[in-house]
């Protein structure tokens, strides 16, 4: 993963408990391309070594503005004018309340006042006891923080260093990565509501058997991801999968095709977007008992018989020209042969303005895919890629062919 192939991130660390998850949030970083230059408050060494930071992040840690090692002796302003953006994690209520009142009284808020704000910016994760966090001075703090165009992060709820419960944790160095990356991605579907469907469904047959395919989620997860990265707010009805939830992104789990009818249908009227991912069971068995069906040792089968399910995209899709076609509908196809033949008459049975193909086989499970756009004006290949970088792609595609909001 390159998600921040050739971005410079200064990486500040204030005092707080929540440091020890700086180092791993660092690692993070250059993992995923970063280059990171360190910089710490007094109090953040108390916390955890300048050692430590150097090590993970490959360059000497800077904590004092009186730093002769820049030959300018000016490294607020030589760091500041180098980043791309400067992330303070974590950011104490000290801090907070330092930045706030435009304090320069050390290295990494005098960086922080210093920074070119129009292309620099500033990114906090708070951390700190509930109480803390929850004091009208902090809360003060951060509404002027984000009033003054500073990225203010969640926190984490739960147990704390302190012992006590509630408020005010880091969020978790996954998180904030994540936090970073979409910092970086286009807002293309700023304001937008887009709603996904992802996965297999499940057509019981009886309480412990049933009928189901083999996708695997992946690739209409990573749509919910790239969408929310992309500025949009997400609901993502999900089949029967065991992937975890994109960051920010409302979840609600069905099993069969009549329950994401139903959970399509409560959000379809809210969206802009309906992003009709999942592989949705054509049929299921025609009536599912009760009890789970014995084998008698006579050697005879059961008979299986099969009704159709609701066609969600077409239903959607349908609705929403009746209502005047204000939502855009895409929907998928997964085909095993004849892709281009095969998306070009779902496009016209569904009646959506773009479809998108791809080969089950080559897709179903794995981490990456290859799209086939198919719409009025022709179509547009996606070449082989990881299912994010696709994603991120494909929504730019949606996003290019949205009427103005
Ligand atoms: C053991 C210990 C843990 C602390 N944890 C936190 C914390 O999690 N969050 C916070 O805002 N302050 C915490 N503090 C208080 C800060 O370290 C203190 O306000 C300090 O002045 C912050 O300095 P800085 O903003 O220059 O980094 C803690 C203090 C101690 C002694």
């Not at 014995?294 to 009746?322: H, M």
């Not at 290949?381 to 970088?389: F, M, N, Q």
Request: proline share 5%; glycine share 10%.
């Amino acid at each position: 993963m390159s998600d921040l192939a050739g971005k410079h991130i200064v990486l500040g660390l204030s005092g707080g408990v929540a440091c020890y998850k700086a180092a791993e949030f660092c690692r993070g970083l250059v993992k995923a391309g970063a280059t990171v230059q360190v910089v710490m408050t007094e109090a953040a060494e108390h916390f955890i070594t300048p050692v430590t930071m150097q090590a993970l992040s490959g360059r000497t840690v800077y904590s004092s503005q009186w730093d002769a090692r820049e030959g300018n002796n000016m490294p607020h302003i030589n760091l500041s004018r180098e980043a791309d953006a400067i992330v303070i994690a974590p950011a104490s209520a000290d801090f907070m309340a330092r930045l706030v009142h435009g304090r320069a009284d050390d290295l990494l808020s005098l960086l922080c006042l210093a920074r070119p704000r129009e292309r620099v910016p500033l990114l906090v994760a708070p951390a700190m006891n509930r109480e803390m966090y929850a004091h009208p001075a902090t809360q003060r703090n951060l509404a002027q923080l984000r009033a003054d165009g500073t990225v203010v992060l969640g926190v984490g709820a739960g147990e704390q260093a302190c012992g006590e419960t509630g408020d005010g944790r880091m969020l978790e160095p996954d998180e904030l990565l994540y936090e970073v990356v979409r910092h970086f991605q286009p807002k293309v579907l700023s304001g937008r509501h887009v709603l996904i469907t992802a996965g297999p469904t499940f057509e019981a047959i009886d309480p412990v058997r049933g009928l189901t395919n083999r996708s695997s989620g992946k690739m209409g997860f990573a749509l919910a991801r790239a969408a929310h990265e992309a500025g949009a707010q997400v609901t993502l009805v999900a089949g029967p999968v065991a992937l975890p939830t994109p960051r920010g992104v409302q979840r609600v789990d069905v099993m069969s095709a009549q329950d994401m009818q139903r959970a399509v249908q409560a959000s379809a009227d809210a969206a802009d977007v309906f992003i009709a991912a999942a592989a949705v069971a054509d049929w299921r068995p025609a009536n599912a008992a009760g009890q789970k069906i014995k084998k008698d040792g006579s050697g005879e089968v059961p008979a299986l018989a099969f009704v159709e399910n609701p066609d969600i995209l077409a239903g959607v899709a349908q609705g929403a020209r009746a209502k005047g076609g204000a939502l855009y509908c895409v929907g998928f196809a997964a085909e095993s042969h004849d892709l281009l033949a095969h998306a070009q008459a779902k496009r016209a049975r569904k009646g959506v303005p773009l479809l998108v193909g791809n080969i089950g086989p080559d897709t179903f499970g794995r981490d990456d895919n290859a799209l086939l756009l198919v719409d009025e004006g022709g179509t547009t290949e996606l070449p082989r890629d990881g299912k994010l970088a696709l994603a991120r792609r494909l929504v730019a595609e949606i996003a290019r062919r949205l009427p103005r909001g």
